[in-house]
């Protein structure tokens, strides 16, 4: 039952990378449900996007929001750089 987050991810990406958009769906809504950063869910928001699922693509990046509002200062330092692509992302909503 092991499971390697950075792995599953990389299986996520190459799957998206390489056209299979319905299978690389399936592996991120798995993944999020247990990967400890915002990275997964904000590759999951560019997937939802490139498909052109726009609300869910969105959902994705409130998420990340909220995650990050209520985690602690030293999450939000450590994954800096993605809680600021999603800042930027969600302001195409606005």
Known sequence: DYQSQDGHLLYARALAEN???A???????ALINYYTGPEARFRYYQLLM?????EAAK????????TA?????????LHKAW???TQQAIKLFS
Not at 23 to 29: D, I, L
Not at 50 to 54: E, I, L
Not at 59 to 66: D, S
């Open 69 to 77: 509002r209520c985690a602690k200062p030293h999450y939000r330092k």
């Open 23 to 29: 299978e690389a769906e399936s592996e991120y809504q």
């Open 19 to 21: 056209g299979h958009l």
């Open 59 to 66: 959902q994705q990046l409130e998420t990340i929001l909220t």
């Open 83 to 85: 809680l600021s692509k």
């Open 50 to 54: 490139d498909q052109g699922k726009m």
